[in-house]
């Protein structure tokens, strides 16, 4: 059963950073590439970034481009959002995704950036 869990948000001041991470489990980790979405109530769901199944590509969307990176780890089997330069307008629940997949496996965690 595949199963993916996030951890690491948080409330953090305008400028802070925060890691969050995404454990996974029931499949081979390797074979697949990652991504990092975010939802704000009321809006729909934005790619956030994204990273091939060795880690050699990544891709990020416009609003964080050179604030936020992507990684993982294939032998512990997790993949991870290293954000930076943190915006209010960054606050949202923030899930990882393996892309194919048809829903959104994870509970996310709400990332939260506030005075």
């Known amino acids: 059963q595949v199963q993916l869990v996030e951890s690491g948000g948080g409330l953090v001041q305008p400028g802070g950073s925060l890691r969050l991470s995404c454990a996974a489990s029931?499949?081979?980790?390797?074979?697949?590439?990652m991504s990092w979405y975010r939802q704000v109530p009321g809006k729909e769901r934005e790619l956030v970034a994204y990273?091939?199944?060795?880690?050699?590509?990544?891709r990020y969307a416009d609003s964080v481009k050179d604030r936020f990176t992507i990684s993982r780890d294939n032998a512990k089997s997790t993949v991870y959002l290293q954000m930076n330069g943190l915006k209010p307008e960054d606050t949202a629940v923030y899930y990882c995704?393996?892309?194919?997949?048809?829903?959104?496996r994870g509970q996310g965690t709400q990332v939260t950036v506030s005075h």
């Open positions: 995704h393996r892309p194919g997949d048809a829903e959104f």
């Open positions: 029931g499949f081979k980790f390797s074979a697949y590439a």
């Open positions: 990273i091939t199944n060795i880690g050699g590509r990544t």
